[in-house]
């Protein structure tokens, strides 16, 4: 059975520093992986999409890894702004688009 | 292009009471996944439709039920509500399973 674990739970950086969020994964046989972004109350954005064939994507300030066969994957966020305080959730897809998510990480950006 | 509505967007019922959601896909997309997230927790994935047939299920009781429809839009339907059933509620579609695209989500109250 698939568990996906995101750690730190929560985290609190000034604005400006670069950081990384950590996502694992149990079982390294997925079809892709996605990092998501959840503001208070509201629905998730997509951010990045890996496919099982990829090792990194990026998309501006946002670079996400992913190694299979340790079951890990990463999301780098470069020169972090207050607008990036959201919840970050790392899901894997391994049966055909049924999600299996993280509990995520709670990010908090500070001026 | 428009993307994932749900609706409504948010509801308050009593234990014992029936609810309908309703979720409108992205243009294009054939498929269409419900997952609920309890407060503080990643979303569970309940099920999925893929072309109008049910195409996988999460660990939920069979009060959830869910119908899609030939326009691809879907609803998810909760018979004999508990209290443990508040939640928010997520639907998401894709294109033949593949990147899923949320939507706003529905905020459930049972009282």
């Known amino acids: 059975k698939q568990e996906v674990t995101q750690i730190p739970a929560a985290l609190s950086v000034p604005e400006g520093e670069n950081l990384v969020l950590n996502c694992s994964f149990t079982d390294s046989a997925i079809y892709n992986l996605q990092w998501f972004r959840q503001d208070p109350g509201k629905g998730l954005t997509s951010l990045l999409l890996i496919q099982s064939s990829q090792r990194e994507q990026t998309s501006g300030r946002l670079n996400a890894s992913l190694d299979k066969s340790s079951g890990r994957s990463t999301l780098y966020i470069a020169a972090s702004q207050p607008g990036d305080s959201a919840t970050y959730l790392c899901a894997v897809d391994n049966q055909g688009g049924k999600l299996i998510f993280g509990q995520g990480t709670e990010l908090s950006v500070k001026p | 292009e428009t993307g994932v509505t749900q609706s409504p967007t948010h509801l308050i019922k009593t234990r014992g009471q029936q609810v309908t959601l309703r979720c409108s896909s992205q243009?294009?997309?054939?498929?269409v996944s419900w997952y609920q997230q309890a407060l503080g927790q990643g979303p569970q994935f309940i099920f999925q439709y893929y072309r109008e047939e049910e195409n996988g299920r999460g660990n939920f009781p069979p009060r959830f039920s869910g119908l899609q429809f030939p326009n691809y839009s879907s609803e998810l339907n909760v018979n004999a509500l508990e209290l443990d059933d508040s939640a928010l509620y997520l639907c998401?579609?894709?294109?033949?399973?593949?990147?899923?695209?949320f939507g706003p989500g529905t905020r459930l109250t049972v009282t």
């Open positions: 243009s294009g997309h054939n498929t």
């Open positions: 998401a579609s894709s294109l033949d399973r593949l990147e899923q695209y």
